[in-house]
């Protein structure tokens, strides 16, 4: 519910209450007839509201998913003015605080007709590369272990049975990630096993022969109103996408955020990964802000019942 | 509800354009997502959990046997934010489901469509989306 109708319904409950407290017996015996009969009418209206506020709000309002985002630039209908310029933090930098999801137009028809399977995705979910003429540059190590990791249809994709999501492929998974920025560094959190990974704006080096994990270990600075984020120490195994394109241990990756607008958020994607692809390549996503709205958590191994179900 | 076993296992080619390749973390392939499935009867349970919600139905196949299909859906958060929530469904429900069966599986589908026992669909909208 809008803070504002809850403030008004919060007052004239305490309207209520006070003249409630201050209706004496001499009061009362003072009223004509009329005003007894508007008098209960008034307090038939604000018990309905009160009713209304404990009984329908609830399933109107569940968790915060349609509650009005503070703080954000609105249309004079309220609608939020997702034109307006890129917001910036007190020391000027651009402000990439936010929820974000792939910029995916949404399916109308879905408001009125029956289509549960049909979610908002990312064409790069499946290929990462899909938008380049040749496709990605794959080596011929990677073109067979695509032919390995595609053998059981898909059972053997990381995502498939529940393990993190990395980046750079978190920003096609259909779920949300939300962006906090602060002056030494940007946290992305994401909903997908409330995943996070960090990135360090202090002006640290890369480590040197790191431990590989899923997501590596990354650095950003500031190009103008670019943010240019470098990372090194990727797990050997990665997937970037459905179709089981690698990323490996020899990746080097350039990841270059800037927000075009209030709305948008542009990502664009280089990889150098000398053992997975014989050059070097870049795509880039868009990303949509999400607001009036909040993340959802989504613990994969809660309820996973598909690995089952793949040939072995 | 008394539920009766329709129609299983139709190829139908341009019915791939119904169903997308993949869905919140998997790729759908252990679906024949060419087959048509379709079975009403009773929900016994709902399991509203991440990453997929899973839906179970009683249903008397042509020999008038008891068979417990389970139904594959979206995630919770998906359907959540399409406006639906946890009680959308629940045990006792008569309900028509289509789909697409298990490759490899009996009774175990993924639904595309599920309607109430007065053929209403029970899945539809949206919330809002802005869109930039």
Known sequence: MPAGRLADLKTG???????????????????????????????????????????AA?????????????????????????????????????????????????KDYCRE???????????????????????????????????????????????TYCMPPNFPRAWTLPQHTRIVQTPGMMVMLHEFNAAYREVYLDGRPLPVNPNPTWNGYSTGHWEGDTLVIETNGIRDDMWLDIQGSPITESAR???????????????????????????PWSVTVEMAVQVDTQMLEEICMDNEKDTRLYKK | MTARLYLVVACVGVWLTVVPAASAHHSQSEYDLRAKL????????VEWKSPHVWVYVDVLDDKGRKVN?????????????????????KAGDGIT????????????????????????????????????
């Open chain 1, 58 to 106: 609830p399933a109107v309002c569940a968790q915060w998913l349609n509650y009005p985002t503070p703080g954000i630039p609105r249309l004079p209908g309220g609608a939020p003015d997702l034109k307006a310029p890129a917001p910036r933090t007190s020391d000027g930098k651009p402000d990439f605080s936010g929820m974000w999801f792939a910029n995916v137009p949404s």
């Open chain 2, 69 to 89: 299909w389970s139904f594959e859906l979206p995630s919770p958060n998906t359907l959540m934010r399409r406006g639906w929530t946890r009680d959308s469904l």
């Open chain 1, 113 to 159: 007709k029956d289509c549960i399977q049909e979610e908002r995705m990312a064409r790069e979910q499946i290929n990462l590369g899909i938008k380049l003429k040749d496709g990605l540059p794959y080596t011929e190590w990677s073109k067979e272990q695509m032919k390995v990791r595609r053998a059981n249809g898909g059972r053997e994709d990381p995502h």
């Open chain 1, 13 to 55: 409950l305490t309207r209520y209450n006070h003249r409630l407290s201050t209706l004496s017996t001499d009061e009362e015996r003072m009223m004509t007839t009329a005003e007894s009969t508007s008098a209960v009418n008034r307090h038939s209206l604000w018990l309905a509201i009160l009713l209304f506020v404990l009984v």
């Open chain 2, 97 to 132: 489901v289509a789909g697409a069966p298990a490759k490899n599986f009996p009774a175990i589908g993924i639904a595309t469509s599920i309607k109430d026992s007065s053929g209403k669909p029970l899945f539809t909208g949206t919330t809002q989306i802005y869109e930039p």
């Open chain 2, 38 to 45: 379709e079975v009403a009867g009773t929900v016994t349970k």
């Open chain 1, 253 to 279: 990756v350039t990841e270059r955020l800037k927000r075009l607008n209030f709305g948008l958020l542009q990502v664009e994607i280089a990889v150098n990964d000398p053992k997975a692809y014989t050059r």
